[in-house]
């Protein structure tokens, strides 16, 4: 049985492979060929390589692409970027909860970055993650802020959560490729 092509059409190759870079960066090590689908899915503005490939009707012709998404924090904010380092400690926890908005969820999209894709876990071995991952005591603070910002699921019950799958932020990326930069000095 043959594989049925699944067409991708870019609108703005610069815009989509910001995005893709965006994802690579923010990945740790090498991708594996879902992962990579699902990334390139996401640079072009599905949400996944499953919601592509249902864009494309069974006769074969191409549904319309969806709107791009665009680049979140389109610019580096230097002063951004600064303030929110200066809440983690060079191992990458979080030493203190920001007192800004803008620079909390950045430190959300940090913290979200540690927390292992496309897997469920247990309220327990969140909350455990969490406490590994920050110095001020308060893991409830940082699970209800990482789903109240999109950025995890949970079941209704609370029991079951996991990473949800989307470009990160340009600030973000950024701090995080500084780090893995300076380490690898």
């Not at 059409?9 to 989509?16: G, H, L, N, R």
């Not at 893991?139 to 609370?158: I, N, Q, S, Y």
Request: proline share 7%.
């Amino acid at each position: 049985m043959s594989r049925k092509p699944i067409p991708l059409e870019v609108s703005d190759t610069s815009a989509f492979a910001k995005s893709l870079r965006l994802q690579l960066v923010a990945f740790e090590g090498l991708p594996s060929h879902l992962q990579l689908l699902n990334m390139l899915a996401r640079a072009a503005g599905y949400g996944n390589f499953q919601s592509l490939r249902a864009k494309t009707d069974p006769a074969g012709s191409e549904a319309q692409p969806p709107t791009p998404a665009p680049v979140v924090d389109a610019a580096i904010d230097r002063k951004h970027i600064d303030r929110v380092q200066r809440s983690f400690d060079e191992e990458l926890r979080l030493m203190r909860w920001p007192s800004r908005r803008m620079d909390q969820i950045t430190a959300l999209w940090l913290l979200w970055s540690r927390i292992p894709a496309a897997r469920e876990m247990p309220e327990k071995e969140v909350n455990a993650l969490l406490r590994d991952r920050h110095l001020f005591g308060d893991h409830a603070l940082l699970r209800r802020e990482l789903c109240e910002l999109g950025l995890m699921r949970r079941t209704r019950d609370g029991s079951v959560y996991r990473r949800v799958e989307q470009p990160m932020p340009i600030n973000a990326a950024t701090i995080l490729s500084q780090r893995s930069s300076r380490q690898a000095h």
